[in-house]
């Protein structure tokens, strides 16, 4: 090859070392918060690539309760990817805004469905929005499969029902939790419409996990990628219905036309959604996406260990002169 053909020289990470210098700071006092989007802020810089070797539900709620951010990956039917969102704003809260419920003429064995899916001790039981009864694993302890027809009114609890009014802080739900030893505080208006739900899992979590992102009701924050072709808007609208904190228009070459269009039929669509898009490994590409309406852009053609692209597409650049 001419040297003329050799535009730069590239260097990535395990190219430099950081010469060390005098310091004054103790690693205790470092504060490692940054911010993925305007009004998303990580409490370590870490998001988990939206692979489907690597992110799903499970991984979402590990990094989001470390303090970062993980991206559901994009291949899977849209139902599924919009539950694997679903099951990580479930599944860590400061009250759960709209807990599964169940009618108390269903029958046992939907309430067992129901438990066994989300991964819950115990449903609310409400009929027209409000608080009749909850069910647990405690009522259900001896049915077999025989009970199954019968209906759940004829196992919940109903009585002196243990509930708490709106606006009942973690704190506060500690206390009748602990009193009356259960696990779980139904929230509740002065018409008894059920509001929402405090359990003690979530209580000791928020304890265990202190630096867990988390959204403006207390749920972990999870973000999803979609592609730049055929249903993605319809796949955005399903994401977006199961409360995704971001989404990411996620390709292997983010400068390119299709995902420009796309990003600026997702911003016209959903004007208040934060929009993530990549990949790019050049200034003008960084560029092009920012002002497409990108709120956050993602550098790196291939650097990653998995990662095939350099290999197979003969493209990309060093990381280290790609961020710079």
């Known amino acids: 090859m001419k040297s003329e053909k050799i535009i730069m020289k590239g260097l990535t990470f395990d190219d430099v070392l950081v010469i060390p210098?005098?310091?004054?700071?103790?690693?205790?006092?470092?504060?490692?918060?940054?911010?993925?989007?305007?009004?998303?802020?990580?409490?370590?810089?870490?998001?988990?690539?939206?692979?489907?070797?690597?992110?799903?539900a499970q991984m979402a709620i590990a990094i989001a309760q470390e303090g970062g951010l993980g991206f559901i990956h994009k291949n899977m039917a849209i139902k599924r990817q919009a539950a694997e969102v679903d099951k990580?704003?479930?599944?860590?809260?400061?009250?759960?805004?709209?807990?599964?419920?169940?009618?108390?003429?269903?029958?046992?064995?939907?309430?067992?469905?129901?438990?066994a899916r989300y991964a819950i001790s115990g449903v609310p039981?409400?009929?027209?929005?409000?608080?009749?009864?909850?069910?647990?694993?405690?009522?259900?302890?001896?049915?077999?499969?025989?009970?199954?027809?019968?209906?759940v009114a004829e196992y919940m609890t109903s009585e002196n029902l243990i509930t708490a009014p709106m606006g009942t802080t973690l704190e506060e739900a500690v206390k009748p939790l602990q009193k009356h030893r259960i696990e779980k505080l139904p929230v509740v208006d002065a018409d008894g419409i059920l509001k929402g739900l405090i359990t003690i899992k979530d209580i000791r979590k928020k304890m265990k996990y202190p630096k867990a992102v988390k959204d403006d009701v207390?749920?972990?924050?999870?973000g999803a990628a979609?592609?730049?072709?055929?249903?993605?808007?319809?796949?955005?609208?399903?994401?977006?219905e199961s409360n995704v904190d971001v989404v990411t228009v996620d390709t292997a070459h983010g400068h390119s036309e299709k995902v420009l269009k796309a990003i600026e039929k997702i911003k016209q669509t959903f004007p208040n959604l934060?929009?993530?898009?990549g990949n790019v490994a050049t200034y003008d590409g960084t560029l092009a996406l920012a002002k497409a309406g990108a709120d956050c852009v993602k550098v790196g053609i291939g650097p990653g260990s998995i990662c095939t692209t350099r290999v197979v597409a003969g493209v990309g650049v060093p990381q280290l002169t790609a961020i710079v």
């Open 21 to 56: 210098a005098h310091s004054k700071v103790l690693p205790s006092e470092v504060q490692t918060e940054t911010w993925l989007t305007r009004d998303i802020k990580l409490n370590i810089p870490f998001v988990s690539a939206a692979m489907d070797t690597v992110t799903e």
């Open 218 to 222: 207390g749920r972990l924050r999870v």
């Open 226 to 240: 979609v592609g730049v072709s055929g249903d993605f808007l319809e796949r955005v609208a399903a994401l977006v």
């Open 125 to 151: 039981v409400v009929k027209d929005g409000k608080l009749v009864g909850i069910i647990t694993n405690r009522d259900l302890r001896f049915i077999t499969a025989e009970n199954f027809n019968s209906r």
């Open 274 to 277: 934060p929009l993530v898009a």
């Open 88 to 115: 990580v704003k479930r599944s860590e809260s400061g009250m759960i805004i709209n807990p599964i419920t169940i009618d108390p003429d269903k029958p046992i064995g939907e309430a067992l469905a129901l438990m």
